[in-house]
């Protein structure tokens, strides 16, 4: 410990600040483990609906972050369950939703399941340049160990076969990650792109992809492609320690996500 530090600790225990005392301790990593699932509405490949079984998932993968998409709520098809509530009922974490297609008396989108309390949470509705599902960021803040923010953009872009809406999307939450450059910030979902496609070249250009080996996500009973994602930024607060794609063939029509990162102190070299 640095002679600064000693004398700003002394001070801290002097004026009987536990708060201070915490704020001029040395700052450690965390680890924070990051799920992303299209759940499908809950309905897997075998045609049966079962929240129960995607909750066991969750649980499983014991994530600290976790964004979900095609989430229903109060739709009838899914026996009008509000299907974000009821997963952080069983699951035991906090949630925020973000809805973005109304119909049938209930609403459609994506979901944060969180097991900090959430600070703050905003939607926004992502351009759609030609008539088709509306799409959204789900944008939610916590707070890391210390008080440092951190925030998730929970996302699902659009799936047809053009990119034009993809393209237009990633550039604009290209331009809420640029906001604050600074930010610890993490983008999650259901991208509909490969890595290679003109959608993700666009999103490197502010966020960082973790690669790994054999990280194919659809379709679930047999993947080809990668199209689910775990991004993160600034390249220098964050180290990569796991990305695997867990092996559950039949509770969605997409596998989970699981991705293991390091927040690393400011000024560290991952």
Not at 132 to 152: F, K, N, Q, T
Request: charged share 25%; proline share 8%.
């Amino acid at each position: 410990m640095s002679w600064h530090t000693r004398v700003l600790l002394a001070i801290a225990i002097a004026c009987g600040s536990p708060r201070s005392l915490h704020a001029y301790e040395p700052a450690q990593p965390v680890t924070l483990q990051v799920l992303s699932y299209n759940i499908h509405h809950g309905e897997g490949t075998d045609g049966r609906l079962d929240l129960e079984r995607i909750s066991a998932i969750i649980r499983g993968a014991e994530p600290d972050l976790v964004a979900l998409q095609e989430v229903d709520k109060n739709l009838p098809r899914t026996g009008t369950v509000d299907q974000s509530a009821e997963l952080a009922r069983r699951t035991g974490m906090h949630v925020a939703f973000g809805g973005n297609y109304q119909f049938d008396g209930g609403d459609y989108g994506n979901a944060v399941l969180s097991q900090r309390p959430i600070r703050r949470r905003q939607n926004y509705r992502l351009p759609m340049p030609t008539p088709g599902e509306p799409r959204g960021v789900l944008e939610v803040e916590v707070e890391l160990d210390g008080g440092e923010p951190l925030v998730l953009l929970a996302t699902h872009l659009d799936h047809r076969p053009l990119d034009r809406s993809r393209l237009e999307s990633a550039e604009t939450i290209n331009k809420l990650a640029a906001a604050e450059p600074n930010r610890l910030s993490i983008l999650a979902g259901d991208l509909n792109t490969v890595p290679e496609s003109e959608v993700l070249k666009i999103l490197r250009a502010e966020w960082n992809v973790p690669e790994g080996d054999s990280l194919l996500t659809s379709p679930a009973n047999s993947p080809r492609r990668q199209i689910d994602y775990v991004l993160f930024r600034p390249a220098s607060r964050w180290r990569v320690v796991d990305v695997k794609v867990l092996d559950e063939p039949v509770a969605s029509d997409h596998r989970p996500l699981l991705v293991k990162l390091e927040v690393l102190p400011a000024g560290s070299n991952p």
